[in-house]
Each structure stands twice: as C-alpha cells, then as structure tokens.
C-alpha cells in the first residue's frame, strides 16, 4: 500500500512538474510589448557622461530585445536618444547606417519577419501625428524604409500604404523642398 501510494505521489509530482515546466516555457516564449525605457537619459546626471557611456547606457540587452514584440522593439529604437544621429550625417544612408551600427538591437529588428508590415503601419500613425515624436518618428521611419534592405521586405501592399501615407511637406526650418528629397518608390518588390 505504501508503495502504491509512493508511486502514485511520484506521478503526482511528475505531472505537475511536466505541466509548471510548460506553462514556464511558454512563459519564455511570449513576447513583451513593453518598449525599452530612456527615462535616465533625461537626467541631469546622463547629459555629463561622454558618449561612449551614454551609448552603451542605451542598449537594449540582447535577451529583452529578443522578447520584445516588434512594435516594441521598433518604438525602442525610435526612442533611442541615438537614433537622431541617423539625421546628421553627410546623407540619409551614412546615417542610417550608423545608427544600425552603434544600436545593437537594430540588428535584431532586421530579422524580424513582420518588419515590412510594421514600419508601415508605424509610419502611418505617426505621419497622422502632431507630436514631436510622431514628427520624429516619420522622419526615421522614412529614411529607415527608402535603405534597400528594409525597402526589399515590405510586401507590395504595405508598399502601397506606405505610398498612400506618404506626405511629403516642403520643411521650411531646413529649406528642403519635395523634389531635394529625392524619395523613390519603386514597385518592383515580391
């Protein structure tokens, strides 16, 4: 009797260490859609540091990237206070890829078979957006998207929304007009 009840506590045991196991992996397994947190970079304290300490400050570590939704992965690195440098370099492709550089989690992005689809729809909302960071954002995810190996992912409808939402304003701040921003939008992807 008392080996019976020793054998049926040891299953006992085993099942639920089998069904803990499983809810923990699919635990691991889910994404997060909380985005990255610069809160600091807005401290007194940050602003002193050299760059090197405030760049390495910003990045993501590997594994919270890789759990990160891509929405939120995305909206890390539009709010990394380094991805403004993508704007102040010699042109639009330099910076960019510096940034892509210098962001580690920007190569995680990449990878990211949804990406095409949510830059898009980022790009959308945030076109639509009065914000600074909306404004912001449309400028990143504007170069970000004309670089060919994001412009080769996007699918040829979110192409086409990309293309509807397209707005492109003369900025009298910069003198820049439609025509010196030189976007082409070509429809020969997949």
């Not at 689809?117 to 909306?134: A, F, L, P």
Request: proline content about 3%; aromatic content about 6%.
């Amino acid at each position: 009797m008392k080996k019976r009840i020793s054998v049926l506590l040891v299953f006992v045991l085993l099942i639920n260490f089998l069904v803990n196991s499983s809810a923990s992996k699919n635990q691991l397994d889910a994404k997060v859609n909380t985005k990255f947190d610069y809160s600091f970079a807005k401290q007194a304290s940050w602003k002193g540091k050299p760059r090197n300490e405030k760049l390495e400050s910003c990045q993501i570590p590997k594994a919270s990237a890789e759990k990160m939704t891509t929405e939120a992965l995305l909206d890390s690195i539009l709010e990394n206070p380094f991805t403004a440098d993508m704007l102040v370099h010699d042109s639009m492709e330099v910076g960019y890829q510096k940034v892509k550089d210098e962001i580690l989690a920007f190569q995680i992005l990449l990878k990211r078979s949804d990406l095409g689809s949510v830059m898009v729809k980022k790009y959308s909302i945030s076109s639509e957006g009065t914000s600074d960071q909306d404004i912001m954002n449309s400028l990143y995810l504007s170069v970000m998207i004309a670089q060919p190996e994001i412009e080769n992912i996007i699918n040829d409808v979110d192409l086409k929304s990309f293309e509807n939402s397209l707005k492109v304003k003369d900025i009298p701040l910069y003198n820049i007009s439609k025509e010196e921003h030189n976007i082409k939008i070509d429809n020969t992807h997949k």
